[in-house]
C-alpha cells in the first residue's frame, strides 16, 4: 500500500511564493500520474494540475503561468511552486497519485489522496 505525506502549506501574502512537495512511500517502485487539487470554502474540489511519468503536464486555465507542477521519479516525489500568489488561490491542497507500479505487479486502478494542506493568500 501507498501513503502521501504532504508538506510545504502556510500563510502567504498575495504575489508571494509557496512550494508544496508531497511524496509518496511504500512498495512502490513506480507511479503513474501524480497531481494536485484544491478545494477553497464553499467550492467544488477542482484539478490544480497533473503529471505523468513521461513528464506530460496539465494545468487549470486559472493557475496557467504562474504554478509549476514537477516531479523527482527516483524519490516518488512531486512538487508544485506557485508564484504570484492571488486571495483566490486561498483552499485546501490535496496530493494524488493514480497507477501504482508495485515491486511485483502494477494496478492501473490504485488512487491514494495526501491529507491536504492549508493554503491561505491574504494581506
Known amino acids: 500500500q501507498a501513503q502521501l505525506v504532504e508538506s510545504g502549506g502556510g500563510l502567504v501574502q498575495p504575489g508571494g511564493s509557496l512550494r508544496l512537495s508531497c511524496a509518496a512511500s511504500?512498495?512502490?517502485?513506480?507511479?503513474?500520474?501524480m497531481g494536485w487539487h484544491r478545494q477553497a470554502p464553499g467550492k467544488q474540489r477542482e484539478l490544480v494540475a497533473l503529471i505523468t511519468s513521461p513528464g506530460s503536464t496539465n494545468y487549470a486555465d486559472s493557475v496557467k503561468g504562474r504554478f509549476t507542477i514537477s516531479r523527482d521519479n527516483a524519490k516518488n516525489t512531486v512538487y508544485l511552486q506557485m508564484n504570484s500568489l492571488k486571495p483566490e488561490d486561498t483552499a485546501v491542497y490535496y496530493c494524488?497519485?493514480?497507477?501504482?507500479?508495485?515491486?511485483?505487479?502494477?494496478?492501473?486502478?490504485?488512487?491514494?489522496w495526501g491529507q491536504g494542506t492549508q493554503v491561505t493568500v491574504s494581506s
Open positions: 494524488n497519485a493514480q497507477g501504482i507500479y508495485y515491486s511485483d505487479h502494477y494496478s492501473p486502478n490504485d488512487y491514494y
Open positions: 511504500g512498495s512502490i517502485a513506480k507511479i503513474n500520474v
